[in-house]
């Protein structure tokens, strides 16, 4: 008796780790597209064959695919698809083309967006460094820089001035241009040194 219950303790003890052997262990993310694939009634046994034999991609994409499919039974046709390696549906095909194509524009919109944000950032600094040597310099090398400015304006703006200098104050868009011209001669000097750039 004592033998036989022994025998039976000692076969217990081999077929348990046998049993543990037998539990499989799935990464995460095979464990979602075991779970996505029963969703789409393919059996788990059935589910976990495909993930263990094949890419993980290539399932992921199928999941995707099959529904463009006109299968009247997609679990079959999704298992068929991925064990003989099918090409996707047309219209899979072309809708991926199409998110990808979007994206890729999305990204461009994005970094023109990013480069612009940039340039008006130095521009923006470059205008208020340029004003704080404008406004560092005297009164008489300033009144040079605004004559100059006023010289070198094209004609169409120099009508605008004369106007402007009879009636009185000058428009928004020709103070602009007149800035601009200013900032174009301080540059000038900085570079010829007649001023020392701040």
């Known amino acids: 008796m004592k033998r036989a ?19 499989k262990k799935y990464t995460e993310k095979q464990s979602n597209l075991i779970d996505k694939l029963i ?12 993930i263990k034999n094949n890419d993980q991609e290539l ?4 999941i995707e695919a099959v529904s463009y499919s006109n299968a009247d039974n997609q679990a079959a046709y999704l298992v068929k698809a991925i064990r003989e390696n099918w090409q996707f549906p047309e219209e899979y095909l072309r809708k991926t083309k ?20 940039e340039e008006d950032k130095k521009r923006k600094d470059e205008i208020e460094k340029i004003g704080k040597i404008f406004n560092s310099l005297n009164p008489l090398q300033q009144e040079e ?12 703006w120099k009508e605008k001035l004369n106007k402007t200098k009879i009636k009185g104050e000058p428009s928004k868009l020709l103070e602009v241009v007149l800035e601009e011209k200013r900032r174009e001669i301080i540059k000038e000097w900085i570079d010829s040194r007649k001023i020392k750039n701040i």
């Open 59 to 62: 399932i992921k994409k199928w």
């Open 5 to 23: 219950k022994a025998l039976s303790n000692h076969q217990v003890e081999v077929l348990l780790p046998e049993l543990e052997e037998e539990v």
């Open 39 to 50: 969703e789409l009634n393919v059996s788990k046994i059935t589910a976990e064959k495909l």
């Open 98 to 117: 199409e998110q990808k194509q979007e994206k890729e524009e999305e990204e461009t919109e994005y970094i023109k967006m990013k480069n612009k944000e």
């Open 145 to 156: 820089i605004r004559k100059e400015a006023e010289k070198r304006l094209p004609d169409f």
